[in-house]
Nanobody
Framework: QVQLVESGGGLVQAGGSLRLSCAAS????????MGWFRQAPGKERELVVR????????YYADSVKGRFTISRDNAKNTVFLQMNDLKPEDTAVYYC?????????????WGQGTQVTVSS
């Protein structure tokens, strides 16, 4: 079992930055691939970025490439999402998710989400 707690959301003006954190419980954090997803009002949840257990394999959605950066600190059981040059369309609830890296499929573990609001 993995429990995830996100933090760092808030209100920011367009062009600004935020850094989201996701703290994970459990002693096998380094075995898990991590992902950040987001869901805007009236829209489906979408994958923003995912990272392998080692951090060497990263996928970014086209909409955030060059603006968002994911990183992880396995010693601190934490994954970060640095978001720069934020746009109003980035407004959403952002969720951290985890799955065993060796398992192909959906993410079984989710945080409660943190709201990011970007004003124009």
């Amino acid at each position: 079992q993995v429990q995830l707690v996100e933090s760092g959301g808030g209100l920011v003006q367009a062009g600004g930055s935020l850094r989201l954190s996701c703290a994970a419980s459990g002693r096998t954090f380094s075995s898990y691939a991590m992902g950040w997803f987001r869901q805007a009002p009236g829209k489906e949840r979408e994958l923003v970025v995912r990272v392998s257990w080692s951090g060497d394999r990263v996928y970014y959605a086209d909409s955030v490439k060059g603006r968002f950066t994911i990183s992880r600190d396995n010693a601190k059981n934490t994954v970060f999402l640095q978001m720069n040059d934020l746009k109003p369309e980035d407004t959403a609830v952002y969720y951290c998710a985890a799955k065993l890296d060796a398992v192909v499929g959906s993410y079984p573990y989710w945080g409660q989400g943190t709201q990011v609001t970007v004003s124009s």
